[in-house]
């Protein structure tokens, strides 16, 4: 008997075919197991052993199936009579990942419709409706035109962010914030000094609080600098909680929940002496290997925040772990694979590493409490909490100045509140960074 698609092409032949399956896995894996992107790439990719340009493909067509994934979900559906096929394997997956080369990548459409087919193909479930899938995505391309002058950011924003933004900021800013999303990141630069001076070289701008943003999109490893430790990768609003502590050299830091160490970094490169903790063994390397790079250094302590003893500091940085939200521009499949009960879950961690994080902190001492999140849960709300069962711990107002005059990005009682939309600059794709919550807090 002769093996099932024994009459297919072998398997590696086609162009992009290995790039494509890789991207769909990377999809599934995502949706179904709420894992990110990044890691879920990295473990992946490894194991696929795909040259770099088909990894880097494969990336960047699962990034854009994560930015445009309602759209992408919306525009294949309405062209399913019948709904999405059930026990149909692969075939979401492989038709998300299809759509978004065939609307979003440049690709000749037959070449974008022909891996989806070669791929329904290759499993038993998915290839009863391979000739399905060819006509929609056929529809997809001819109808192409139409479907992208419809774009409507907030179809990509799942409905429950949606509504939080909306109660939280009103819906003009719900709004501006998911037409941020839709565009792809710049690259932002921490510098270790001369703003001006590698902005000139790096083909970049200074922002007002200091970070450079580059135009291009080169591969950072490859630019001048990365190599001799002059700057590291960090989104502007990232780079303001750590500032916002005002270290001073020779001043004990405490950076909990530091891995990968951006914010490590900052402090070190302030003169002060830093003790980073982190309960994760593999960030911390990449913690230390970053130290390495730049020439810096911290004391590194494998731990659980929430127990980690010492002497009090001079100054705490607690970036408390959060749904991450505030970055899903940069991650867009944030959006898809965080649910309203991790905000809640996380939440309450938070709660226990900020009591922690107070215990920390000197009388006299400072502490800085941030999440990358746009959910006022993991914000505003958790400070709220934080000073009526802690009252010996009071705001300390941050002022515009120390965050390049930006007073848009502060809250009447002196909280820091970055969101996607804010920092207009000379195009879409250079304006704005991520949602970031900071407050700055005293100990009396
Ligand atoms: C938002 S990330 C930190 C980013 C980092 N501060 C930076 O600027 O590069 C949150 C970190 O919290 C760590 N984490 C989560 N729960 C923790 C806990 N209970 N104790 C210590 N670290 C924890 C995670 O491993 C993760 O590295």
Redesign the pocket.
């Known amino acids: 008997m002769a093996a099932p698609h024994e009459n297919r092409a072998p398997a590696d032949d086609a162009p992009g075919l290995a790039a494509r399956r890789l991207a769909t896995t990377l999809i599934d894996e995502v949706l179904r197991a709420g894992t990110a992107l990044d890691e879920t790439f990295e473990r992946m990719a490894q194991a696929a052993g795909l040259e770099p340009a088909d990894a880097g493909l494969a990336r960047a067509i699962a990034t854009v199936a994560f930015r445009r994934l309602g759209t992408i979900r919306q525009v294949v559906g309405a062209r399913l009579e019948r709904g999405s096929p059930r026990k149909s394997g692969p075939f979401e997956p492989i038709m998300v990942a299809a759509a978004a080369q065939l609307l979003f990548l440049d690709v000749p459409d037959h070449a974008a419709v022909d891996l989806a087919i070669r791929q329904l193909h290759e499993d038993a479930r998915s290839s009863r409706y391979a000739s399905l899938g060819n006509a929609v995505l056929r529809r997809l391309a001819r109808e192409r035109e139409a479907i992208l002058a419809e774009l409507d950011p907030l179809t990509d924003t799942p409905d429950w962010l949606r509504e939080s933004w909306t109660q939280t900021y009103g819906p003009d800013i719900a709004k501006a914030i998911a037409a941020a999303h839709a565009e792809e990141p710049p690259l932002d630069l921490t510098v270790k000094s001369d703003p001006a001076g590698w902005a000139a070289r790096l083909d970049g701008i200074v922002l007002p609080t200091g970070s450079v943003r580059l135009r291009g999109r080169e591969t950072v490893t490859g630019l001048p600098g990365f190599t001799e430790g002059e700057w590291w990768v960090q989104d502007a609003a990232?780079a303001l909680p750590a500032r916002l502590l005002n270290v001073q050299p020779g001043e004990r830091i405490a950076d909990l929940?530091?891995?990968?160490?951006?914010?490590t970094v900052q402090l070190a490169q302030s003169g002060a002496e830093v003790v980073a903790?982190?309960?994760?063994g593999p960030?911390l390397r990449r913690l230390k290997a970053n130290l390495d790079r730049l020439g810096l250094s911290a004391e590194v302590v494998t731990a659980?925040?929430?127990t980690f003893e010492a002497e009090p500091f001079d100054g705490v940085l607690l970036?408390a772990?959060?749904s991450a939200t505030g970055t899903i521009r940069r991650h867009p499949d944030v959006a898809w694979a965080k649910q309203p009960e991790d905000v809640a879950k996380l939440a309450a961690l938070q709660a226990r590493?900020l009591d922690q994080a107070a215990r920390l902190t000197k009388p006299g001492g400072r502490l800085i409490y941030c999440t990358?999140s746009l959910e006022r849960t993991e914000g505003e709300a958790q400070i709220e909490t934080f000073l009526a069962r802690n009252d010996g711990f009071a705001r300390d107002p941050i002022k515009p100045e120390e965050i390049g005059g930006q007073a848009e990005a502060l809250t009447a009682l002196g909280e820091l509140r970055t969101l996607p939309h804010q920092l207009a600059g000379e195009t879409p794709r250079l304006s704005g960074w991520a949602g970031f919550y900071a407050c700055r807090l005293i100990r009396s």
């Open positions: 990232a929940c530091a891995a990968p160490g951006g914010k903790v982190d309960r994760s960030r659980d925040v929430a970036d772990p959060c590493l990358c």
